[in-house]
């Protein structure tokens, strides 16, 4: 019987991981439950990888995960660092926060690292990179309510997401880690030196090959 059950079990994760290679996710429990929060409906709209700026690919993985074409879901060089560090840091890849985004919930419980330990390495086996970059960047929060690039370039600039310049990717960029407390519209002065930074890393991984596995060939 136990068998069985865990044997059910994986076959979902394994459909829900398949599902979401092809087909966009409707929502996320975190949108849903800050739309309860906030009292209205987040402002989200899907784009697709090809209506987003370059150089807005590059920033979120010069930002969060600038070993991104080069792992399987897991960083250990970043694990073991935030180890060391005594989790000061995250060592999360995108992969896992996409996981975590389109799967599970936020907090930290043993329950949910758990599922999102099995569920990375399907996100990795089925989704291609570009395709786990084009998920992140539409469910990921840039402000409060705010999810998804396209709804992030119009809240701060005013401007589409194909439109995005390299200040303007690398701006949205940093405030990831921290949406409710970072506003791309108006940097802090932390803010901009850390947008330069990520903007110094897009171009870096464009040069020495880093993008090359999300890159439209």
Known sequence: ????????????????????????????????????????????????????????LRSVVAAEDANFCEHWGFDMTAIRAAIAQGAKRGGSTISQQVAKNVYLWQGRSWVRKALEGVLTPGVELFWSKRRILEVYLNVAEFDEGVFGVEAAARHYFGAGPDELSPRQAALL?????????????????????????????????????????????
């Open 1 to 56: 019987m136990l068998r069985r059950a865990l044997w059910g079990g994986l076959a979902v994760i394994v459909l829900a991981v398949v599902m979401f290679s092809v087909l966009n996710p409707p929502t996320t429990h975190t949108m849903w439950s800050e739309g309860l929060r906030i009292g209205e409906p987040v402002d989200q709209l899907w784009v697709d990888a090809e209506d987003i700026a370059p150089v807005m």
């Open 173 to 217: 960029a940093a405030v990831l880690p921290s949406p409710k407390k970072r506003n791309a519209a108006r940097p802090t002065a932390f803010l901009n030196k850390r947008a330069r930074s990520i903007q110094d890393g897009a171009e870096t991984i464009r040069r020495d090959g880093r993008a090359a596995c999300f890159e439209d060939t």
